[in-house]
């Protein structure tokens, strides 16, 4: 097949260009040290380590090897980098080939595109590449200068404080959001970083950490960063997923009943899994009995030890058996035949992280009060931002998700700690920082029938506002 004359004349100079970096590499002449190191620092958080990951365009392999993956595998198409790539990362894989052909048969947990897309001919033709190396749960992560900050680089090339780059593109996150959909990928999040890439005291932590998070400084940011997954296929699995319903229940008696005779059944099999938190009512006594009466259910009961909604959640989701994992408040002011919503907008691959959300519908008299409202419209938008993902619903009790991204959001909870009594952020903070899609399912929110809400407004209304400021600390300015 004949070759365009202009594809390979770029690539020629592409190599003559990169070749030439990476001897000035060796030489210990690259600019830019600390922007590097930042970088790194943002895709370690963004990847846990063990993974398996490919970078194309990958330069000297540091920021691959960075992310400490399990089986690493470099591209590049200047023999003097993959030369010095592989001196340096001995126990990663490094290939010598233009990322516009090539290919693999290997498939990888994450792709990245690291300083990349505006260098490239034919973007949408690698970002086609890239959808065939990635698992179809795998995630690709893409950073490429802001074209704001064409002229600032030419002037910091002239005087020698950047490193020379071969011709660009500059796209727009809306040119590069438009071509991912075209080949394929569904964006999860988008934001900017470094508004100061250069290593100056004092300045460099306030413009990096805080004015590059904040309307209108992020602007000026000289970073894009994208996160996409593969758009999902139609579920082509014969054996439907299976589902476990968690109902944690602290006095809700009147409620019990209810549990076995309107909760339905979803995929291949359904199964209860009660836990009941040191009832002052009877409320264990009347689970027991009406496990008996309904045998057809195989329902489980058990009394966590700990204290709060979260800890019986965590108990809930570890003697979980089934695919899915589904929190079901036991007040039912969520009402259990919404849950087959739930399970479509899942195994449809719309998202992998369903996120009830009670506040689009009307409610019924008495569901919410107004003050209640308030402050959910408040820590929604909140951490809307924080998440840079839209959360219209942060404490309806009615989240859904696979049990093997909740195993990995486990893995991952140390970086936050133990810090949430209900587990609801805990569930929605693990789950941004993995990167999955996280998707509002709108409900209509209904009364209590049974008992009195175990919300206290303004004592955890206090302690959700430590967590957005935990939040901040931890995923925001970091």
């Known amino acids: 097949m004949s070759i365009d004359p202009a594809i390979e004349s770029f690539r020629d100079k592409g190599i003559v260009h990169w070749d030439q970096v990476a001897r000035q590499y060796e030489k210990g002449r690259i600019m830019g040290w600390h922007y590097h190191r930042k970088l790194q620092s943002i895709y370690c958080f963004n990847i846990p380590a063990g993974l398996r990951v490919i970078e194309l365009g990958c330069g000297a392999g540091d920021l691959l090897a ?51 897309v505006n260098n490239l001919f034919d973007v949408q033709l690698v970002l086609q590449k890239a959808h065939s190396l990635c698992k179809p749960r795998g995630r690709i992560i893409i950073n490429f200068f802001s074209h704001l900050w064409e002229k600032p680089l030419e002037w910091a090339r002239s005087i020698g404080l950047a490193n020379l780059t071969s011709s660009q593109n ?6 590069v959001k438009n071509m991912l959909y075209l080949t ?4 999860i999040r988008k934001w900017e970083d470094f508004v100061c890439p250069f290593n100056v005291p004092l300045l460099e932590p306030l413009c990096n950490r805080f004015l590059a998070r904040i309307w209108p400084t992020k602007a000026l940011c000289l970073t894009n960063f994208i996160i996409a997954r593969p758009q999902p296929l139609p579920l082509t699995d014969p054996q439907a997923p299976s589902v476990s319903v968690i109902i944690p229940a602290r006095n809700e008696a009147g409620n019990v009943e209810d549990f076995f005779i309107r909760t339905p059944r979803m995929g291949s099999r359904t199964e209860l899994i009660i836990v009941e938190g040191h009832s002052t009512d009877n409320t264990y006594e009347i689970i027991e009995k ?46 259990p035949e919404d849950l087959p919503r739930f399970y ?49 619903d942060t404490l309806c009790g009615t989240k859904v998700l696979y049990k093997s991204d909740y195993e990995s959001i486990k893995r991952n909870r140390s970086y936050f700690g133990d810090f949430d009594p209900f587990g609801d952020y805990d569930l929605l903070f693990g789950a941004a920082k993995l990167g999955l899609k996280i998707v509002d399912m709108p409900i209509r929110y209904r009364d209590r029938k049974y008992g009195d809400t175990n919300i206290h407004r303004w004592r955890h209304g206090l302690l959700l506002l430590k967590m957005v400021i935990f939040a901040a600390r931890r995923i925001k300015f970091v």
Not at 302 to 328: H, N, P, S, Y
Request: aromatic share 10%; charged share 25%.
């Open 170 to 175: 500059w796209l727009t996150p809306a040119d």
């Open 290 to 335: 009406k496990i008996k009466e309904h045998p057809e259910w195989n329902a489980s009961l058990f009394r966590q030890t700990g204290k709060g909604k979260a800890d019986a959640v965590r108990l809930g989701f570890e003697k979980a058996k089934c695919d899915i994992l589904m929190i079901l408040d036991a007040d039912l002011t969520v009402v």
């Open 184 to 187: 394929g990928w569904d964006t």
């Open 66 to 116: 960075s992310v400490a993956p399990e089986f690493g595998v470099g591209v590049d198409f200047s023999p003097e980098m993959v030369r010095v790539a592989k001196a340096h990362h001995p126990g990663l894989i490094f290939e010598e080939a233009d990322v516009m052909e090539y290919t693999s048969k290997e498939q990888f947990d994450v792709v990245i595109l690291s300083d990349l």
């Open 344 to 392: 479509a907008a899942l195994t449809e691959g719309r998202g992998e992280f369903i996120n009830g959300v009670r506040l689009i519908y009307p409610m019924e008299g008495r569901a919410m009060r107004f003050l209640n409202l308030v402050g959910n419209k408040f820590f929604s938008l909140a951490f809307s931002w924080l998440l840079d993902q839209p959360i219209k």
